[in-house]
DNA sequence: ATATATCCTCACTATTCCAGTCGACATGAT
DNA sequence: ATCATGTCGACTGGAATAGTGAGGATATAT
């Protein structure tokens, strides 16, 4: 799978931070976060801890404490939380001229190009981006009306 | 992990075959494709008999039988391998817009473009532009000489 | 100061998926 | 008839994923 639940769940945690990113209202308590994105607390545990370990998310401890985002989501590409969160696209050894076979280094051109298509994606959406989608789109009714 | 070693396998058997196809020689050994790229011989059993209930692979049983390419290579993608053997690149419930929440439909978008993204290159290549590629550098030598 | 709310650490489990194997059987060429 | 092949279904070991548990550390409120 492309896109491990994890990641999904990361992805969501960080947004969720992002759209509260310019109210000012202080950090953000993983309760919270967990509530409005649907995410299993203890696990948005680990995986915020891990967001921190990499630089994207910073944290208070103690009453009123919580997570914030550290930069501001325009300037945050969900192509690096992806790549953080999971690795790269295509692991190393594929791509690796040296230690391929003949017979593997036919197709090493072809993981490229896939390599840098998902990225050419990943690298031009920012949470920034994705926020203001969500505020567009936020009071729009759901088409599917039930029946 | 975008691509599975068994998938990289179905590949590589696929080549193989692409790479007899003009040679009209009967079919192809099991084991004969199993020693020209490297894969575990009764691994590879498997995914010839899956690659034949997809229609891209003919078999023939007994002595001297084998497997062949039904189509030939210049109008087989390698995105059709690559699906039949993988499934799609982003599971279906990630693409429902009536199952998915509010927070998940904000992200939609970007996984669609992803896919499109992929589909791009794979649809791209045909194991015909593979064989091309290979018969025009077999005989480079590799750059990288033992010391 | 104390209580409490929060994050922090790290180990642990359950489940699923992947890679690969095994044994017995079916079929076709000679 | 024999032998070389493909066919079939079950099976296993290991790795990765998703998620949980218990207790410790620290900041704020009172």
Chains 1, 2 share one sequence.
Not at 20 to 28: A, E, M, T, V
Not at 102 to 122: C, H, M, N, P, T
Request: net charge positive; proline share 6%; aromatic share 10%.
């Amino acid at each position: 799978m492309l896109i491990t639940q994890k990641c999904h769940y990361a992805m969501r945690a960080v947004f969720e931070l992002a759209l509260q990113y310019n109210q000012k209202s202080g950090p953000i308590k993983i309760a919270d976060i967990a509530k409005a994105q649907s995410i299993p607390p203890r696990f948005l545990e680990v995986i915020l801890s891990q967001l921190k370990q990499g630089g994207f998310v910073g944290s208070q401890r103690g009453s009123e404490g919580g997570y914030y985002l550290v930069r501001p989501p325009e300037k945050l590409m969900v192509g690096e939380v992806i790549r953080f969160i999971q690795g790269p696209v295509i692991p190393p050894e594929t791509k690796k001229k040296e230690t391929a076979s003949k017979e593997e280094r036919v197709f090493q051109e072809l993981w490229r190009r896939v390599e840098d298509a998902i990225s050419g994606v990943y690298d031009s959406v920012t949470f920034g981006s994705l926020v203001e989608r969500w505020e567009k789109t936020r009071d729009v009714p759901v088409l599917h009306y039930s029946i």
